[in-house]
């Protein structure tokens, strides 16, 4: 399994368009990126998941460049209650017939403010 | 729909007790998993059901942890006796399996069980 590096932190002002990079140089040909969104006391909630371009949701976007390196979460217009921790998973979609077996990291702590 | 519910969301034991978590999936979901954060530490992977066998417990870390899924629904983790390494937050996962409208697979977890033990 992939491992991924992220941003430790970043704060961001409401209103403000945040973008959060993940670094996979080692992705597999059959993996695919996945980011997660956890709020405290609450499990990880899926936030999107793409193999190559542009994917979008009503929640976020996702970049991921021809060479599948790295991959970017755009979260338009944030406000207060976006302030989470983000997960970048890379994995096979199907992983010995599921996804679960992740490594999840330290992700991104986002912080917005007023 | 009811999402992914865990019983209790806190337990607090004292060492050499036991305690049992218990995780109820998303009706109709194969895939259960459990996962566990031990403070300042990652989530990590403990182990995966697909319907009542156990898929993978390469996650699981000693022989005082059981999970259970009898019957294919809801699950439970027992660890006894516990040690105070095993304080944190225990979280569990569905999912769909392939072929069942899933083109790839959605985690759904729960808000987990924080487990202190004293």
């Known amino acids: 399994l992939a491992k991924t590096t992220q941003p430790i932190s970043m704060d961001s002002y409401e209103g403000q368009e945040v973008n959060i990079t993940c670094s996979h140089n080692?992705?597999?040909?059959?993996?695919?990126i996945t980011w997660y969104q956890q709020f405290p006391s609450q499990g990880p909630r899926f936030i999107i998941q793409g193999y190559k371009t542009k994917v979008t949701n009503e929640v976020a976007s996702l970049f991921i460049p021809a060479d599948r390196k790295s991959s970017t979460l755009s979260l338009p217009r944030v406000s207060l209650s976006d302030t989470a921790v983000y997960y970048c998973?890379?994995?096979?979609?199907?992983?010995?017939?599921?996804?679960?077996?992740?490594?999840f990291g330290k992700g991104t702590k986002l912080s917005v403010k007023p | 729909e009811a999402g992914v519910t865990q019983f209790p969301s806190h337990s607090v034991i004292e060492k050499g007790q036991t305690v049992t978590l218990r995780c109820d999936p998303i009706?109709?979901?194969?895939?259960l998993y459990w996962y566990r954060r031990v403070m300042g530490k990652e989530i990590k992977f403990l182990l995966h059901f697909v319907k009542e066998s156990k898929q993978d417990e390469s996650g699981m870390p000693n022989n005082r942890f059981l999970a259970e899924r009898t019957g294919g629904t809801y699950s439970t983790l027992k660890v006894q006796p516990a040690e105070l390494e095993d304080s944190g937050v225990y979280f569990c996962?569905?999912?769909?399996?392939?072929?069942?409208?899933?083109?790839?697979?959605?985690?759904?977890f729960g808000s987990g069980t924080q487990l202190s033990v004293l």
């Open positions: 998973l890379v994995g096979p979609a199907f992983y010995g017939g599921s996804q679960g077996n992740l490594i």
């Open positions: 009706s109709g979901h194969d895939n």
């Open positions: 080692n992705i597999a040909t059959n993996d695919y």
């Open positions: 996962a569905s999912s769909q399996r392939p072929g069942q409208g899933a083109t790839n697979e959605k985690l759904f």
